[in-house]
């Protein structure tokens, strides 16, 4: 499931007395944040009706999940092509490479246009032979490179350059043909966004609806740290698992620390609760829920976020204190204790989706600037590893049964499941049960089920992703060959060295060391190993 980055929401304590504050666990979840720009401003506000939903299935279930769900009447279709995408933190975006990523089964190429100091979304296609542009290069005059015929794109989609085109001949590089399509993108929060609509009239659309804000990002008092990873199954299982509390104290045991009723006995090992989670309102643009330790909302198609309940939504794409605004990080509540659960989702393809987390919070500040960024990721890793075997295959058994037959064949009597059958009644209601590719992936079906080593590889899907993480295992590969240099070094002296030339106890000493040295650069290879490529999680044996 879920992640320390990736986690679920009502099981952090997100206020902390000075005498019961203990060193935090960075394994949390997700907070809200919603389009800066009103999105009423452009529809009416509708209209609403009271309906009683009398079960989390639509099986026969007894009991009542929500007292007064509010749902839309009117019927409408969620239009996935006409939203802010986010594509990656820009922690994480090296301005001197291009960086391709694919995002609702658009292939897009991320690159840093120096000329006008902005990050730029392009078609990962060169018009010219469909040669990818995110293996080309950025040239010494800041324009976009395809490396397979030298080709030049300025910051606009223009071509500027076709080294092949004669100087005296007609000026083909200006020809329609030879742009590539630009996507509208902006900066915010410390993510790359873009909009998956390369058509003109979409040129300006940052002034009409911007992607969701979220304060405590931009509010110096907090921590800003974000993780990415590429997930090896679907979106709508992506979110319906961080939208599931109840899972982590089984799916996570030994990882994750869980918050525990002392007064009601322990009914297994784990210490598995009964959740009381209402749900409030469900519309196209979302839901809302409550739940005993505060609040958490779905803002489609990306944002899920958990809030304590002293923070205030507001309504207009953020979450905060009420005063907070863009221009001025909101205040710091005096000494109170915040953090803030912030997920998402991103659909990439069938079968594989895309999470950036981050956890901002107001105490404990000092951690993020002493511990190593990539130590955090390690352990979050490791969250999103313990269950990721389970989704991959539970998504291909909701595949058999099919999307749309999600509520019957599966049985959710608990209010611990309110969020995950929200999600479901919101995509089936407003999506017909599924992501809408447009014209791609009509069958919709997976792709084959790799091997299990590859299926939890880290490597591929964070480590050449993220800056720290690609920084911290070039720097222990390194340490790793001087290990094992020094160990074989030493070695070489004690045998070139005459015997009548060293005492015994010096021969000893250096035997000794190199030993050291080589067992030192074999348990570095196993930690590389395990934290940066392969960790499996056997449930069995914890």
């Known amino acids: 499931m879920a992640t320390a980055s990736v986690v679920d929401v009502p099981l952090v304590q997100t206020r902390f007395s000075r005498a019961e504050f203990r060193k935090p666990t960075f394994f949390f979840f997700v907070p809200n944040s919603k389009t800066k720009a009103s999105f009423l401003q452009i529809h009416p506000k509708p209209k609403f009706t009271k309906l009683r939903l009398f079960s989390s299935s639509l099986t026969s279930s007894p009991f009542i ?41 658009v292939d897009v190429v991320v690159w840093w246009d120096r000329n006008e100091n902005a990050w730029k979304v392009f078609d990962d296609c060169c018009p010219h032979r469909l040669a990818p542009l995110s293996e080309g290069r950025i040239d010494q005059w800041g324009r976009l490179q395809c490396v397979y015929h030298g080709w030049c794109f300025s910051g606009s989609g223009d071509c500027k350059f076709i080294p092949q085109a004669p100087r005296d001949g007609p000026p083909v590089h200006t020809f329609k043909k030879a742009c590539v399509a630009a996507y509208p993108c902006t900066e915010q929060n410390g993510i790359v966004w873009f909009w998956p609509n390369s058509d003109p009239q979409y040129k300006d659309i940052i002034t009409v609806k911007q992607p969701p804000y979220i304060p405590e990002l931009d509010d110096p008092s907090y921590t800003k740290m974000m993780g990415t990873r590429d997930i090896p199954y679907g979106y709508e299982v992506l979110i319906e ?28 090992r784990e210490g598995g609760r009964p959740i009381d989670i209402s749900v409030q309102t469900l519309d196209i643009n979302g839901f809302s829920a409550k739940q005993e330790w505060g609040n ?86 490791l969250i999103l590893d313990s269950d990721l075997y389970l989704l991959h295959v539970e998504e291909r058994k909701i595949m058999q049964t099919g999307p749309s037959n999600w509520q ?83 070695l070489g002296i004690i045998a070139a060295t005459k015997q009548a030339a060293m005492t015994s106890a010096a021969g000893i000493s250096l035997a000794s060391l190199a030993v050291m040295f080589f067992a030192a650069s074999r348990w570095l290879s196993h930690f590389i190993y395990k934290n940066f490529h392969f960790h499996d999680y056997n449930h069995a044996l914890k």
């Open 296 to 381: 958490s909302k779905f803002i489609p198609p990306c944002v899920f976020y958990a809030f304590p309940s002293s923070v205030v939504d507001q309504g207009n794409g953020s979450v905060s204190s009420p005063s907070s605004k863009k221009d001025s990080p909101s205040p710091r509540l005096g000494s109170q204790r915040r953090a803030l659960l912030i997920f998402i989702c991103i659909p990439v393809s069938p079968g594989k989706s895309r999470l950036i987390w981050t956890f901002p919070r107001n105490f404990a500040v000092w951690m993020d600037q002493i511990v190593p960024r990539w130590l955090f990721h390690i352990g979050q890793n």
């Open 241 to 268: 698992n961080l939208m599931d509390p109840a899972h982590v104290p089984y799916a996570h045991y030994g990882i994750m620390r869980v918050r525990s009723d002392k007064n009601r006995p322990k009914a297994d």
């Open 65 to 105: 999940l929500e007292p007064e769900l509010h749902i839309h009447r009117q019927e409408q279709k969620f239009d996935w092509f006409s939203h802010w995408y986010p594509l990656a933190p820009v922690c994480d975006l090296d301005k001197r490479v291009p960086h391709g990523k694919r995002v609702m089964g």
């Open 408 to 490: 019957k064949a599966c049985f959710v009597p608990t209010k611990s499941d309110a969020l995950v059958v929200a999600f479901r009644r919101w995509l089936k209601k407003y999506s017909g049960g599924r992501v809408d590719w447009g014209m791609k992936f009509d069958d919709g079906s997976l792709p084959p089920m790799p091997p299990r080593e590859q299926l939890l590889d880290r490597y591929w899907s964070h480590v050449v992703n993220c800056t720290t993480c690609s920084a911290a295992y070039k720097g222990l590969k390194v340490l790793e060959a001087v290990l094992q240099v020094v160990s074989v070094g030493l």
